[in-house]
């Protein structure tokens, strides 16, 4: 095993069921500039481990921490985090030339308040993230599975939903976008169903990006949802 590829856990969350994964296995090259980003941005990758993240070390004591679960080729992670740098990003895929692009765009503009992670969040969100520690979690057109037989590798499904409740704050947001319609219905349902989220669709907002996907998607005449949902508190 090479040293990188101990960074990464594939290994099972214990959310969905065995061998159940949410993304699909790609293998694209990896380019030279994201090679080199790995190796010199390595200060700013969090290995995958077993104890939770301290997110007061990385990011300092007030600062709200986002998760974003599959970044991509991290363009619009950047973009982000270079506009609100009082936000600290734990920007997490498992595509390791995306990250490398992503920790390239990091040094390129010196961003200070991204972390990034090679692995499942799934796996992250179990083990390395304290309950109730996030202020919010994004997640821009996620693999949309949309045969009926891959519904079970959906990343918004009942067990996530749980999980992702409980590693936020109360009052804590998830902020989804998608293009494909089926999907967008199948988000709002599963969050109707689950009594700790309230909220829906919104208008896109002015400071989301567009993502690589999503350009496509538009070039393509699809249309795109952008929904947003809070934790409540347990009554
Ligand atoms: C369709 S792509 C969208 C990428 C990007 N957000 C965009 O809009 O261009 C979905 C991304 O989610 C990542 N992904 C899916 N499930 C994941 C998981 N459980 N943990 C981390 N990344 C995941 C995939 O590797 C892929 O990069």
Not at 123 to 142: A, C, D, K, N, Q
Not at 150 to 157: A, D, G, L, S, T
Not at 189 to 212: N, Q, S
């Amino acid at each position: 095993m090479t040293e990188r590829a101990d960074l990464r856990s594939h290994g099972p969350s214990g959310i969905l069921r065995p061998g159940i994964r949410t993304y699909k296995p790609r293998r694209t090259r990896i380019t030279e500039r994201q090679e080199r980003a790995l190796q010199q941005q390595a200060a700013f990758i969090i290995p995958v481990g077993t104890s939770p993240i301290d997110t007061i070390a990385v990011w300092g004591i007030d600062v709200p921490v986002v998760m974003e679960i599959g970044f991509g080729d991290g363009l619009a992670a950047a973009e982000m985090a270079a506009a609100d740098p009082t936000t600290g990003l734990l920007a997490i895929d498992v595509h390791t030339p995306g990250v490398g692009g992503l920790l390239a765009r990091v040094g390129d503009a010196s961003l200070t308040n991204v972390r990034v992670m090679e692995a499942d969040a799934l796996v992250v969100l179990t083990r390395m993230i304290e309950p109730g520690s996030l202020h919010g979690v994004r997640t821009y057109f996620p693999d949309p599975w949309p045969k009926a037989r891959h519904h079970k590798r959906r990343i918004v499904q009942s067990e996530v939903l749980d999980l992702v409740h409980s590693r936020l704050q109360v009052g804590g947001s998830w902020h989804l976008a998608t293009d494909w319609v089926e999907y967008a219905d199948w988000i709002r349902a599963c969050f109707g169903e689950h009594p700790g989220w309230t909220g829906g669709v919104i208008d896109r907002p002015r400071w989301r990006p567009v993502t690589r996907y999503e350009r496509r998607a538009l070039h393509d005449g699809r249309m795109i949802t952008d929904l947003v949902f809070r934790t409540v508190a347990a009554t």
